[in-house]
């Protein structure tokens, strides 16, 4: 018998076919890992994440570089110069002082206010999508409560019981105040994946819910997360900012928004001291700016028609004008 050689062509052909995936494999696989947090090269990120970075730095070194805030040693109504870059308060305060002890009050308020918003959502958004039944209802109950009140009134009202206020207690009352919106979205995204597969397998296999929730629902809801602490913090900041304004902030602390309530009480307005009131109304302006941007890239992440928009639009108007040439 006289050995055949088989060509490369032949043996490719040979080889087995791979068995098709079937449909319960397709149905229980789970999502690919490693889908990243912010779109890759996004322009909205990285602006947004610059100016973010450059206002949390200048909270952080700024203040080992002037003045104490509170000195009234200088004197009052100095506009910009050389020795004081921002000018001082008509109590002599230094404004750039002031203004980098004003960052971290009010970057610590935004923080703080939101990590306990983004806990109550996770409490009253994803156990009560996960659980269902009476337990979706009863949490559910309260989460629509929480909507129909207004946020602000609310915590004007419970500021004003409280004669002293330090910058805690109103990080505290503006979280407990912002967490039903983001427990709603949170809600309903998890009733979405309590229904795949991937999910009914790790019951089936007996895995607690605890595990189940930690595990296979929980990394789905971090762009989602990550977006809805990011307005948390604007909600907290801008929040704190309005309540100072009023009157209704930390008492012994330095925000923006206390910064600004002193600029109301002492007529800068009124005297020309724009140096008073425009630094920290722009910092505010720019920190906001900032995580919005930031906000609306993750945005794309979760809905990719948002991330398509560009290409498509594009696409439409070289097709229009590719139109007009040829008409």
């Known amino acids: 018998m006289s050995d055949t050689k088989l060509t490369p062509m032949q043996i490719v052909k040979e080889q087995p076919a791979a068995e098709p995936a079937t449909t319960v494999t397709l149905a229980t696989q789970k999502p690919k890992k490693g889908r990243g947090l912010l779109p890759t090269g996004s322009a909205k990120f990285v602006v947004g994440l610059v100016l973010v970075l450059s206002i949390v730095l200048f909270a952080i070194i700024a203040p080992f570089f002037t003045q104490n805030p509170r000195s009234t040693d200088n004197a009052a109504l100095q506009p910009p110069s050389a020795e004081h870059w921002l000018g001082t308060t008509k109590l002599g305060n230094d404004m750039l002082a002031q203004l980098a002890i004003g960052a971290q009050g009010s970057l610590l308020v935004g923080v703080v206010a939101g990590g306990i918003a983004i806990v109550l959502s996770l409490v009253f958004g994803v ?91 929980m990394p789905n809801l971090l762009p989602l997360l990550t977006a809805q602490f990011l307005f948390a913090i604007i909600f907290a900041i801008l929040g704190e900012a309005g309540l100072s304004y009023l009157g209704l902030g930390p008492n012994s602390s330095i925000t923006w928004g206390s910064i600004l309530n002193d600029a109301q009480s002492g007529q800068a307005l009124g005297r020309g001291a724009w140096w008073w009131f425009v630094p920290p109304g722009v910092m505010i302006a720019v920190l906001g700016a900032g995580l919005a941007l930031i906000n609306f890239a993750i945005d794309e992440v979760i809905n990719p028609k948002l991330r398509n928009a560009p290409d498509a639009a594009r696409r439409v108007r070289k097709a229009a004008k590719t139109k007009g040439v040829a008409a």
């Open 127 to 217: 156990l009560a999508g996960y659980l269902g039944g009476w337990r979706e209802d009863a949490l559910a109950l309260l989460t629509n409560v929480m909507i129909v009140i207004p946020g602000l009134p609310l915590v004007m009202v419970i500021a004003s019981f409280v004669p002293q206020r330090s910058w805690q207690l109103v990080a505290f009352v503006l979280g407990i105040t912002s967490w039903a919106g983001a427990a709603y979205v949170l809600r309903l995204q998890t009733r979405s994946l309590r229904t795949r597969d991937y999910v009914y397998a790790s019951k089936v296999a007996g895995e607690r819910s605890f595990r189940v929730i930690l595990v296979e629902i």
